[in-house]
T-cell receptor, first 112, second 114 residues
Framework: NAGVTQTPKFQVLKTGQSMTLQCAQD?????MSWYRQDPGMGLRLIHY???????DQGEVPNGYNVSRSTTEDFPLRLLSAAPSQTSVYFC???????????FGPGTRLLVL | GQQLNQSPQSMFIQEGEDVSMNCTSS?????WLWYKQDPGEGPVLLIA?????ELTSNGRLTAQFGITRKDSFLNISASIPSDVGIYFC??????????????FGKGTKLSVKP
């Protein structure tokens, strides 16, 4: 198993540009989530999904959209990037909400 | 939103020393997790705790779930250079029968003493 994979590893955007961060898992996990990590802030939940077709907001959802058309994939979309979205983004998955989450390697995003 | 207070924020270790860090919360959790993050990597689970009072070890690491359900600590014995990194606690919120999402502490950064 590859586990949780994320692409791209690095990305530089200009303010106002849009992009999609990809996340995939091959463990048939129902629960997937997106976090952002900022210096001194720990990890904060952006959006999560408890299964295909179901998504919900986390602590910091503004400026981000998600969809879950398949069990394997959980893309995160930035509709109009802002400098405040400069961060490291982590995707995670688990068998269900109560089980241990496994994290991907992260995507480092810089918005100029 | 809910917050976890993790301390210390950073610490320096000398090889062979024991290390302690803890997390406290104003909310009850029914699961506590401890993760380690190496530079440029995602967090990796070290220890999971599921019962109040539970004491669990993983090699040189020992973690405990506080009996009040509002705190947890992690001890590292006889530290080695590869222990450097950022350690995160995470709690899962209890909604009277429903599991909630993970809440993370802000991390404890372990560095080697110069």
């Amino acid at each position: 198993n590859a586990g949780v994979t994320q692409t791209p590893k690095f990305q530089v955007l200009k303010t106002g540009q849009s992009m999609t961060l990809q996340c995939a898992q091959d463990m048939n996990h129902e629960y997937m989530s997106w976090y952002r990590q900022d210096p001194g802030m720990g990890l904060r939940l952006i959006h999560y999904s408890v299964g295909a077709g179901i998504t919900d907001q986390g602590e910091v959802p503004n400026g981000y959209n998600v969809s879950r058309s398949t069990t394997e994939d959980f893309p995160l979309r930035l509709l109009s990037a802002a400098p405040s979205q400069t961060s490291v983004y982590f995707c995670a998955s688990s068998e269900d909400l109560a089980e241990t989450q496994y994290f991907g390697p992260g995507t480092r995003l810089l918005v100029l | 939103g809910q917050q976890l207070n993790q301390s210390p924020q950073s610490m320096f270790i000398q090889e062979g020393e024991d290390v302690s860090m803890n997390c406290t919360s104003s909310s009850i959790f029914n699961t506590w997790l401890w993760y380690k993050q190496d530079p440029g990597e995602g967090p990796v689970l070290l220890i999971a705790l599921y019962k109040a009072g539970e004491l669990t070890s993983n090699g040189r690491l020992t973690a405990q779930f506080g009996i009040t359900r509002k705190d947890s600590f992690l001890n590292i014995s006889a530290s080695i250079p590869s222990d450097v990194g950022i350690y995160f606690c995470a709690g899962q919120l209890y909604y009277g029968g429903s599991q909630g999402n993970l809440i993370f502490g802000k991390g404890t950064k372990l560095s080697v003493k110069p």
